[in-house]
């Protein structure tokens, strides 16, 4: 019997292997950062052990770093110590780090596929459960826990139970101005945010093929919001074509090479997924989140449901909590709610592309009076490309405040936090009551519905916008 | 992680039952970058108190804590056992233990001792008697006894967790011990694999 890509790359990494006991995989690259590190680092100490693959391991600073005057010293002594520590442990250890100020510092998902260490085929482990993204390059990456971390740092392996293996298909083509993140969105809320658990995903199909590597990673970086181990799509052209040249692509015959063991990376005919979702593009929308859970969303042409249109009795008290702690009453139009702070950036939005597209719709356009706009590029060289391109000069035209790299308002750890009440449109990936500051309420959206919800000060998409130029 | 065989020490009662984490190491201790360090917060609620046990200059050399039942009840936190051994503690003896705090001990080399209720007191009364005396807990023959015999009884500990502190291996020392295997899987990755160096 045939096997799926992500049987393959997991048979590629079985180091040993014994029944009854959970298999050892050798990871092919291991993401550091600030938060979930230093204690691992300290363990490794007290054992008197080293890093096994330096090599293999790369670390930056991201969750923690102040997104404005990121050349002073970090004025929180916690996320001080936190950063200073993780510059200490790299040093003593031999660790590539990018701290703040380096040209190739910033969210560890941006970095990792930017650098070009992330490829086809690899297993990638971090300590942070967004690490998903990486999958978009038929890789098999996941989250894990700061003990793993140690694990991996002394032993460059990870023993691992093999998760099972699910398919989703998306027949057909997005409509035009619908995004990756509308079409993860709606999955999302279609299957709960419990329905990918237990599983590697692999998402496929015509609308898969033809989204960008970009979008490709924001669909695989809210895998984890449906509560999937990993989820990874099989690479092809796109994939190929985007690695290329990169720093840390392979060149020469290494690079046929390489491409050629890519190529061998897909699912056979006659594979058997444990499970499988078939999902219709044609039938996105855009799409956003009412409530406290990434499943509770809408699209953005619906109202606010009531609990009662709930029929699990579980959901309907979900709903309940969600529209107290968010403020909405039921059967308002989702466009008629007003938005305080725009958020664009993170792990899932904060790429070149995802700017690109918010600066379209703000170019020639403002941000409402009401309304803050903050944009946090989701790494040095994607703020520096913005500038190239006068992108930063879009935003802060219409308005808006043009940041420093970083994770920022997407867990509120930086001081850019929502203030208790506050509303915002954020492109990141959890709207968990006070995750992005005490009492904030959160609506996750695309680049695009945030660029034009911070024109109307109220949940929008572009549609909705007077031509530019035309009274508003 | 050193092996354990057998531990010698001065035993130090706690006669108190329900001692959880959060009694052993209270929240705001938490936030250090280290695994070491966490004895100053160890009982942190307890060590103003002039009568506390730990205050008495005779068992500041303790290294193996007699509690009452249900030590180490409450939630997860693994600087619990890490607080108990940066402060000196090879063993704790008990005829309760939280599940998980147990757990967490067997990874980090900490052995919990499981008694009868009637060892325990035995012990108070030992120490009573004897401010300062020594306890041995022989893990091999998985028995507890005092210098003079005056207790010498058994302890429970599950096959596996005892095998690995017997080894000395947490969990990354048993990989380790497949070291061999990672070696060979190394010397077949492809030379065009990433490297960060
Ligand atoms: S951007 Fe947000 S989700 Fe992504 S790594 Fe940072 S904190 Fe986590």
Redesign the interface.
């Known amino acids: 019997m045939g096997r799926t890509l992500s049987e393959k790359v997991w048979d590629e990494h079985v180091?040993?292997s014994t029944p009854g006991e959970p298999d050892?995989l050798?990871i092919?690259?291991h993401l550091i950062h600030e938060v979930t590190s230093?204690?691992a680092f300290?363990?490794l100490r007290?054992?008197g052990?080293p890093v096994?693959r330096?090599?293999?391991?790369?670390a930056t600073e991201d969750h923690n770093v102040p997104t404005v005057d990121w050349d002073k010293p970090i004025a929180d002594p916690?996320s001080r110590?936190?950063v200073e520590?993780l510059r200490k442990n790299a040093a003593e250890f031999?660790v590539?780090l990018h701290p703040l100020g380096d040209e190739n510092q910033g969210i560890v998902h941006v970095v990792g596929p930017q650098l070009?260490?992330t490829?086809p085929g690899?297993t990638i482990v971090c300590g942070d459960s967004h690490t998903s993204t990486h999958g978009a390059f038929g890789a098999i990456a996941f989250g894990i826990g700061t003990?793993e971390v140690?694990?991996v740092l002394?032993?460059?392996?990870l023993?691992q139970a093999k998760p099972k293996t699910m398919a989703v298909t998306v027949n057909g083509s997005l409509p035009e101005g619908v995004s990756a993140k509308d079409l993860i969105l709606t999955l999302i809320a279609k299957t709960g945010t419990g329905g990918g658990q237990g599983y590697i995903v692999e998402y496929r199909g015509q609308a898969i093929r033809e989204l960008s590597m970009e979008a490709r990673m924001t669909i695989c970086n809210m895998s984890i919001e449906w509560g999937a181990k990993a989820g990874l799509i099989a690479p092809d052209q796109t994939t190929f074509d985007y690695i290329e040249g990169r720093p840390?692509?392979?060149k020469g015959a290494?690079?046929d090479?390489?491409v050629a063991?890519w190529k061998t990376l897909v699912t056979d005919e006659d594979a058997v997924f444990d499970r499988e979702l078939v999902l219709d593009a044609a039938e996105v929308t855009p799409f956003v989140t009412w409530g406290t859970n990434p499943g509770q969303g809408a699209p953005l042409g619906a109202a606010v449901p009531a609990p009662e249109d709930f029929d699990n009795p579980q959901d309907r008290v979900a709903a309940e909590k969600a529209l107290a702690y968010m403020g909405l009453e039921a059967g308002t139009p989702l466009r008629d709610i007003k938005v305080d702070t725009v958020f664009i950036g993170s792990c899932t939005n904060g790429r070149i592309e995802d700017l690109r597209a918010a600066a379209a719709v703000l170019e020639g356009r403002k941000v409402d009076e009401h309304t803050r706009l903050l944009v946090v590029p989701g790494s040095v060289k994607v703020r520096l490309q913005a500038q190239d391109e006068g992108l930063d000069v879009i935003f802060k035209e219409a308005g808006g405040e043009w940041r420093g790299a970083g994770c920022s308002m997407c867990l509120g750890m930086n001081p850019d936090t929502l203030e208790p009440g506050e509303r915002s449109a954020s492109t990141s990936n959890r709207n968990f009551e006070g995750r992005q500051g005490k009492g904030g309420r959160t609506h996750l959206v695309s680049p695009l519905v945030a660029a034009a919800t911070a024109v109307r000060g109220t949940l929008s998409s572009p549609a909705d916008l007077a031509p530019v130029g035309a009274d508003a | 992680m050193d092996k354990f065989t057998s531990h010698t020490g001065v035993g130090v009662p706690l006669k108190r039952s329900n001692v959880d984490t959060d009694q052993i190491i209270p929240a705001v201790y938490l936030k250090r970058v280290t695994r070491s360090g966490f004895e100053d917060g160890l009982f942190a609620a307890w060590r103003n108190d002039p009568e506390f046990v730990l205050n008495n200059p005779i068992y500041s050399a303790g290294t193996v804590l007699v509690a009452g039942p249900d030590f180490g009840t409450g939630s997860s936190r693994e600087h619990a056992v890490w607080a108990l051994q940066n402060y000196g503690f090879k063993v704790v003896i008990s005829s309760r233990f939280g599940d998980i705090f147990r757990g967490n001990s067997g990874k980090a080399g900490l052995l919990t001792a499981l008694v009868d209720e009637k060892v325990v007191q035995a012990l108070w009364d030992y120490l009573d008697d004897n401010p300062g005396g020594q306890i041995t807990v022989d893990l091999d023959a998985k028995t507890v006894t005092t210098p003079g015999g005056e207790v010498a009884d058994s302890f429970d500990i599950d096959d596996y967790t005892r095998w690995r502190l017997l080894e000395g291996l947490d969990d990354i020392g048993i990989t380790l011990s497949h070291e061999s295997d990672i070696a060979t899987y190394e010397g077949s990755r492809p030379a065009w694999k990433p490297a960060t160096l």
Not at chain 1, 54 to 58: A, E, M, R, V
Not at chain 1, 154 to 157: L, P
Request: hydrophobic content about 35%.
């Open positions: 180091v040993r050892l050798y092919d690259l230093p204690q300290d363990g007290l054992a052990r096994r330096p090599d293999l391991t790369l916690v110590t936190q520590t031999g590539r070009g260490l490829q690899m003990s140690e694990h002394a032993t460059q392996t023993p840390e692509a392979p290494d690079w090479a390489a063991h």
